[in-house]
């Protein structure tokens, strides 16, 4: 079992940088490939980036891609999504994901992670 809970979000102006943490608890952190989920106001939760286990493989959105970067700490059983140049219509709840499958083709697809975490509040201002 693993349990995830994020921080560092808030209010910031288009342009500016937030930086969102992902802490887990078990020893098993570094099995796990971890990323970041986003849903916006009246839609779809959506992905925003991945991270292997060991921080060898990244995968991106194509709206969030060059403006944000997701790194891990395996010692702090911790991770990151350093966001960039942020714009209004990144605003969104942020969630954390662990799972155990790693993939090239389908990260993008919610039922690949096993645990979620409650997610923090990013808000854009224009």
């Known amino acids: 079992q693993v349990q995830l809970v994020e921080s560092g979000g808030g209010l910031v102006q288009a342009g500016g940088s937030l930086r969102l943490s992902c802490a887990a608890s078990?020893?098993?952190?570094?099995?796990?490939?971890m990323g970041w989920f986003r849903q916006a106001p009246g839609k779809a939760r959506e992905f925003a980036a991945v991270?292997?286990?060991?921080?060898?493989?990244?995968h991106y959105a194509a709206s969030v891609k060059g403006r944000f970067t997701i790194f891990r700490d395996n010692a702090k059983n911790t991770v990151y999504l350093q966001m960039n140049d942020l714009q209004p219509e990144d605003t969104a709840v942020y969630y954390c994901?662990?799972?155990?499958?790693?993939?090239?083709?389908?990260?993008?697809?919610?039922?690949?992670?096993?645990?979620w975490g409650q997610g923090t509040q990013v808000t854009v201002s224009s």
């Open positions: 991270i292997k286990w060991d921080g060898s493989s990244t």
């Open positions: 078990g020893r098993t952190f570094r099995s796990y490939a």
């Open positions: 994901v662990a799972g155990t499958t790693w993939s090239n083709t389908v990260y993008f697809t919610q039922p690949l992670y096993d645990y």
